[in-house]
């Protein structure tokens, strides 16, 4: 079966840090764009950050630069989302997505494979 599963969600203080992955099954990754989406209660689901199938381009919302990375590690086929200075603002459910195509984008158009989520939530 194919999928994607995101894990490493959770509870963080504002300031905390989390490493969300997003491992595939049935296919390997290295042959697909990634990209992280996340939605918060009551908004429309929104791009965070992609990266190429090559690992050489990646792409930010203004709203994560500096703070959120991601990373591919095709051995494991799992690409990371690592979550710094996180702000009660980024709490959402927080899904990946695989892309066929080389290059990626933060629109959803394209993606073709989406895991089921992974909740994180920032609070004090």
């Known amino acids: 079966q194919l999928q994607l599963v995101e894990s490493g969600g959770g509870l963080v203080q504002p300031g905390g840090s989390l490493r969300l992955s997003c491992a595939a099954t049935?296919?390997?990754?290295?042959?697909?764009?990634i990209g992280w989406f996340r939605q918060a209660p009551g908004k429309e689901r929104e791009g965070v950050l992609c990266?190429?199938?090559?690992?050489?381009?990646?792409i930010y919302a203004d709203s994560v630069k500096g703070r959120f990375t991601i990373s591919r590690d095709n051995a494991k086929n799992t690409v990371y989302l690592q979550m710094n200075s996180l702000k009660p603002e980024d709490t959402a459910d927080y899904y990946c997505?695989?892309?066929?195509?080389?290059?990626?984008?933060?629109?959803?158009?394209?993606?073709?494979?989406w895991g089921q989520g992974t909740q994180v939530t920032v609070s004090s």
């Open positions: 049935g296919f390997t990754l290295d042959s697909y764009a």
């Open positions: 990266i190429s199938s090559s690992g050489g381009s990646t």
């Open positions: 997505a695989a892309d066929p195509s080389v290059g990626c984008s933060l629109g959803p158009i394209g993606y073709y494979y």
